[in-house]
């Protein structure tokens, strides 16, 4: 049995059971030209995810910002596929459950994991004096904090993860990230090349209608 389910779970022989909870992504609409980090942090980022082992990179910031663009863009410059945690439902342990099987489907020399919203995977937190919380987390399934730090202590791959509230996440995970990359609002040029990306090659927007928007 136990042969039986590695095989199952083996992501070189059944890809279709990935797909069910990775979504592969090729490439970003945006460049690294598009963004105002100094060359170094590109650089530190791209040998962080291109060193063999673990390498985790928190990207934060207010929505909007391109950090979900940066997610596609960092893997292509390593030459490396990108696939993201799909999440089904607000179930929090479905969620927690995707987690712990993609871990074992990535393959962790050509591919990086990318989780979208970390925090509501990540954010374990609980007052000791607030039963009402403690128990809310219990019934929504959310992991404890050893269960999820000791998964990334074992993961040997590459994962990015965004957040719009990097607040919430605890301190514990926080010093497990090899590398924090915080973003700044953009401004109108940036706002622009954004839609183009998203709008324009999805048909929604023509540039004219940008253009518009952006007045």
């Known amino acids: 049995i136990a042969k039986y389910i590695s095989y199952f779970l083996d992501d070189s022989m059944n890809r279709a059971l990935s797909s069910f909870y990775l979504d592969e992504v090729s490439g970003s609409g945006l460049s690294v030209a598009d963004y105002d980090f100094p060359s ?7 040998t962080i995810l291109g060193k063999k082992g673990s390498g985790f990179i928190i990207l934060y910031g207010e929505p909007g910002t391109g950090k979900t663009e940066l997610s596609k863009l960092l893997p292509s410059l390593c030459g490396k596929k990108t696939f993201f945690l799909k999440r089904h439902s607000l179930d929090n342990n479905e969620y927690f459950s995707n ?3 993609a871990l074992k489907l990535i393959n962790n020399e050509t591919e990086i994991l990318v989780i979208d919203e970390a925090d ?5 937190e609980q007052r000791a004096n607030d039963i009402t919380s403690f128990i809310t987390n219990i019934a929504s399934g959310r992991p404890s904090k050893g269960i999820l730090n000791q998964l990334l202590d ?4 590459k994962i990015i993860f965004i957040t719009n509230r990097i607040g919430e996440i605890p301190v514990s995970f926080l010093r497990r990230m090899h590398m924090h990359i915080g973003f700044n609002p953009f401004n ?15 048909k929604l927007l023509c540039k004219n209608e940008i253009n518009e928007f952006s007045l």
Do not use: H, M, P, Y
Not at 40 to 45: F, H, L, Q
Not at 120 to 124: H, I, V
Not at 154 to 157: E, I, K, L, V
């Open 40 to 46: 170094e942090t590109i650089t530190a980022a791209k």
């Open 99 to 101: 987690f712990i099987t």
């Open 120 to 124: 509501e995977l990540l954010n374990t």
């Open 154 to 157: 074992d993961f040997q791959g």
């Open 188 to 202: 109108l040029k940036q706002r622009k090349r954004i839609w183009e990306s998203e709008f324009v090659e999805e």
